[in-house]
């Protein structure tokens, strides 16, 4: 069994709320880009 | 088994129920594109014999090219093959703008590749099937088609090119 | 307390995977600049002609040995590291897993002939008609039927286990390592019948011709999950290694760690369509429910990437690391497998980003084989899995061979050299495809290409000058490290992370197989069973082979 330290518990990952944030936008702005790519050249049907 | 509840921290539940919701708006998005505004993934069209499609007299494929089925509308039969020099029949249409055209594109020996630069036509060709898809072209200019499925050591000066004329 | 002894002729059963890897890595990075000097307008193919006869030879070098064999085997002998290590116990049947491994290795040697006589040079995607010499198809089967027999070690060296201790949890590295192995073995299935059933037979001779697109679909029912197996050993040693090594983390969540690797069994192999989106011959309906099953596997990795990073920040907190990003510097960075694991996932973000733009169904006439997917693939698996395997040999080799690594300081510049490489290169790839730049293609020869595209050509070669110089000291600290005199002198510790949170509280049901792989395969037959009934029914064998290279 693992020993639990204090600070184990009281340890809240703010710093990979940050790391992801980033990560986030990232995602949103690239994607939204190609998404846009998509739109502009029209339909295939 | 009481012990055994899962336990997930808070900022991880949050960020999982984050992701689900961001996924779910990527899908509404893709899906207002496709069901929404026409832009679509090829579909079964038809089966065709490779060996045969760009030889015998029934086939359009034997002799490709435009057919004008209404004003402003038009089928595009197109061949693809490596043999003999890697090339599309035709190499080049002329259409005015604001035409739509249906592409019918086969091959009669490997797998090729076929996408209009500029536009949303980029689909697989494969022999035994044919691939259509339907391109609106408004802007004048010149588009050109090339393959994008390796299909030998000329696969790389395989393209033809469609003009818009004003 | 002592670490668990894994036998010397085990040690030097996994190093021996090691090995294969390396040298297949060594020639295969060969090519990987050439392709992309090519692009940049210094084409050294014209002086290679005795030897490699054009540009889609070389990238067939490449592919194949890159992306198959260096994978496959640098992953066979860390899972079964994982298994022995995690386990703490010897295999089973020792001499199931060799006759495994030497089933991969001729296999590799069969194919390789017709490789690198310009039999094959049918790029690693090998699509019919284009036919290959009958050697390379033999020589593919034997290394998928190898690694399914190492697999079936693997599986009995667990069952022996699971009879000497019935109530214990799985310890993660082995449990992950199986599920890997399981994953594989289920997926492999779809090429393996591509081979058995239409292409073998056809390149002996035996059948006039084939079905195209249902060659692809088989081909592609492996050929995403392949993506998995690749990936997963990474996440293993993100997962549980990584922690460690950065600054003494604890791995965060042992219950979503194991419950991702559940889903990415799960849903790894009915989504295959997502590679065929734009095919003719399967209906848009099935395309579209296998891109929201695509959706649904990014969200295993959402998890993995959370609980990574929070596994690496309570090192790092642990350690005086302050603020919402300045924690990063407190990580372990002068090791080398630390710099190496953690540049690959950084990367690895874009590539997920990349990948996630290829799954979203229509968004795919946009990329669709341009170059933008090598580029992504570049970042995934040329880097996050690769990248993250060099860290991983950076220890491993000292492991297993009780040599000290050599210049550690190299191994560091490596890895950032990759790093910084991998960016140009892909970042400029990425772009190029979304101009139109096709994938798979010596542009500097193409006819149609505009002069926008002239710089970002210029940068994949640079990109590619600066992987090869990256590549070139890995294979230097490889060789200087087994060939070195200095000795470490206690055996190097394996660097496991803990859980933590108290494994014994890891719900029992993600303990247990049945169920999962019974609603896997349900999973398989119904998202697949339709279209492959129809394919198969109507099924046209009207393709004769060609041989046009």
């Known amino acids: 069994m693992a020993k639990k330290d204090k600070e184990d518990d009281e340890f809240r990952p703010t710093g990979t709320i940050a790391v992801l944030a980033i990560f986030v936008v990232t995602l949103i702005a690239i994607w939204a880009t190609i998404y846009v790519i998509l739109v502009q050249r029209g339909g295939t049907l | 088994m009481s012990t055994q509840k899962m336990h997930i921290d808070v900022y991880e539940r949050n960020w999982l129920i984050f992701s689900a919701i961001l996924l779910v708006l990527f899908a509404t998005a893709v899906s207002v594109a496709a069901f929404g505004m026409g832009i679509q993934v090829p579909a079964p069209e038809q089966r065709v014999d490779p060996r045969t499609v760009a030889t015998d007299p029934s086939s359009p494929w034997s002799n490709p090219g435009l057919r004008e089925i209404a004003p402003g509308k038009y089928d595009a039969y197109i061949l693809a093959h490596a043999i003999p020099n890697w090339e599309y029949l035709p190499k080049e249409l002329t259409v005015p703008a604001g035409s739509v055209v249906t592409f019918y594109v086969t091959s009669s020996d490997v797998q090729h590749g076929f996408k209009i630069q500029n536009t949303n036509a980029n689909f697989m060709v494969i022999p035994g099937q044919v691939s259509k898809l339907t391109i609106h072209f408004d802007k004048p200019g010149t588009y050109n088609y090339i393959c994008t499925e390796y299909c030998g050591s000329g696969h790389g000066v395989m393209y033809g090119a469609i003009t818009v004329t004003p | ?549």
């Open chain 3, 1 to 549: 307390m002592k670490q668990y002894q894994v036998s010397t002729a085990e040690k030097k059963f996994i190093g021996s995977h090691l090995l294969v890897a390396i040298l297949a890595l060594a020639v295969g990075s060969l090519f990987g600049p050439l392709q992309a000097f090519e692009h940049a307008g210094w084409d050294f193919y014209p002086y290679l002609r005795p030897l490699i006869k054009s540009y889609y030879q070389g990238l067939t070098v490449h592919g194949v040995l890159n992306a198959l064999v260096w994978t496959t085997f640098f992953i066979m002998g860390f899972l079964t590291f994982n298994v022995i290590f995690g386990l703490k116990r010897p295999l089973k049947n020792p001499v199931l897993n060799k006759v495994g491994f030497w089933m991969m290795v001729v296999g590799v040697v069969t194919a390789a002939v017709p490789i690198l006589t310009n039999q094959a040079t049918v790029l690693f995607t090998f699509y019919p008609p284009l036919k290959a010499n009958w050697a390379f198809y033999v020589g593919l089967t034997l290394v998928v039927v190898g690694s399914w027999v190492e697999g079936w070690g693997l599986f009995t060296t667990y069952l022996a286990w699971r009879k000497e201790n019935a109530n214990e949890r799985t310890p993660f590295i082995a449990f992950a390592s199986l599920i890997t192995t399981l994953l594989w073995q289920i997926c492999t299935l779809g090429v393996a019948t591509e081979i058995l059933t239409m292409l073998l037979p056809w390149s002996l001779g035996l059948i006039e011709g084939v079905d195209p697109q249902l060659a692809r679909t088989y081909f592609w029912f492996t050929g995403h999950p392949l993506v998995y197996f690749w990936l997963l050993p990474a996440y293993i040693s993100w997962y549980a290694f990584l922690p460690k090594q950065a600054g003494n983390g604890k791995m965060f969540s042992d219950t979503l760690a194991r419950l991702a690797f559940w889903i990415f069994l799960i849903l790894s192999t009915p989504l295959g369509f997502h590679h065929q989106y734009v095919d003719p011959g399967v209906p848009p309906a099935w395309k579209f429910i296998h891109s929201m099953l695509t959706f649904g596997v990014f969200f295993p990795s959402m998890m993995t990437a959370f609980t990574v990073v929070a596994s690496l920040e309570h090192g790092a907190r642990k350690n005086g690391g302050k603020g919402a990003l300045a924690w990063i510097g407190k990580l372990n960075w002068s090791d080398p497998s630390v710099a190496a694991q953690l540049l690959a996932g950084i990367l690895f973000f874009f590539g997920g980003i990349g990948g996630l733009a290829n799954a979203s169904y229509n968004i795919n006439l946009v990329l669709h084989n341009t170059a933008f997917i090598p580029g992504h693939f570049h970042l995934t698996v040329a880097t996050g899995v690769t990248l993250s395997f060099m860290g991983i040999s950076y220890w491993l080799l000292p492991y297993l061979t009780g040599k000290k690594l050599w210049q550690p300081k190299w191994a560091t510049i490596q890895a950032w050299a990759w790093f910084v490489g991998m960016i140009i290169f892909s970042n400029s790839m990425h772009v190029l495809g979304l101009l139109g730049a096709p994938r798979r293609v010596p542009l500097n020869l193409a006819p149609y290409v505009p002069a926008e595209w002239n710089s970002r050509l210029i940068q994949v070669g640079i990109g590619g000058a600066i992987l090869f110089f990256s590549g070139f000291i890995y294979l230097l600290v490889m060789l200087k490290t087994a060939l070195n005199k200095e000795t470490v002198e206690t055996e190097v510790e394996v660097p496991v992370a803990e859980s933590l949170q108290d494994v014994s509280l890891t719900p029992e049901w993600l303990d247990r197989w049945a169920p999962w792989i019974y609603g896997t395969l349900a999973l398989i037959v119904v998202v697949y069973g339709p279209v492959l009934f129809d394919l198969i029914k109507n099924i046209s064998l009207t393709s004769p082979g060609f041989r046009v290279w």
